[in-house]
């Protein structure tokens, strides 16, 4: 397997419902971030959470780090129609020198589809 | 600019043809990123510019592959000769910490979706 994978590949739920998607990693991390794709183009960064931080919120999206099963998982609450897309985790890995400069290393992602 | 700029969007070429796909990022962002993406899957490292030196060059696939950054600013990346396996979503991201761990996120750009043919 490699860094960064996401579980499940696919969701489907019904507007206003849950949606939980979990992310593992294997090495040492700086951070570790979310990101969302809509129709296969640009992403667009959700929320960072970094190595000493295990849960962070934004708006509907809750984050949860641990770090000792070196895992991640991204909840968003109350889904609407719009939050259909893929969603992404990436990892911000520290180097052979124990430094990072910041080369993300994304995982396959999980395609949400929300049903009105 | 206000965002990453990816020109062209969309490129089609024939096998064997030469490509050059172009980023701009924002302004003041000292690092910037080139990955790609083939169809429904993850995205893939290419290289990463701190400034205009390239401390990372290991995701390019082959010696057909190359990028360059001028003035701390806008990127090139060039595909020699083609294949159809180069066929994918080229996608430029840029922010402004890198060496310093990507503690503020990356900034993608829209793409460009190449097809050789």
């Known amino acids: 397997s490699q860094q960064g994978e996401e579980d499940p590949q696919a969701l489907s739920i019904q507007e206003g419902e849950n949606a939980t998607m979990n992310c593992s990693y294997k090495?040492?991390?700086?951070?570790l971030q979310w990101y969302r794709q809509n129709s296969g183009r640009g992403l667009v960064h959700l929320i960072l959470i970094r190595s000493n931080e295990r849960e962070k919120h934004s708006g509907r999206l809750r984050v949860t780090l641990d770090t000792s099963k070196k895992s991640s998982s991204l909840l968003i609450t109350a889904s609407r129609a719009a939050d259909t897309a893929s969603y992404f985790c990436a990892t911000d890995i520290y180097n052979a020198g124990g430094t990072s400069y910041g080369k993300l290393t994304f995982g396959q992602g999980t395609i949400l589809t929300v049903h009105p | 600019g206000a965002g990453v700029s990816q020109s062209p969007s969309n490129k089609v070429t024939e096998k064997g043809k030469d490509v050059e796909l172009r980023c701009d990022p924002i302004?003041?962002?000292?690092?910037l990123y080139w990955y790609r993406q083939s169809l429904g899957q993850g995205l893939e490292f290419l290289i990463y510019?701190?400034?205009?030196?390239?401390?990372?060059k290991s995701g390019l696939p082959s010696d057909r592959f190359s990028a360059e950054r001028t003035g701390g600013s806008v990127s090139t990346l060039t595909i020699q000769r083609t294949q159809q396996e180069d066929s994918a979503v080229y996608l430029c991201a840029s922010s402004s910490r890198g060496g310093f761990g990507a503690n503020y996120g990356y900034t993608f750009g829209s793409g460009t979706r190449l097809t050789v043919v």
């Open positions: 302004s003041g962002h000292t690092a």
């Open positions: 510019f701190q400034g205009n030196s390239a401390p990372d």
């Open positions: 090495t040492s991390i700086n951070n």
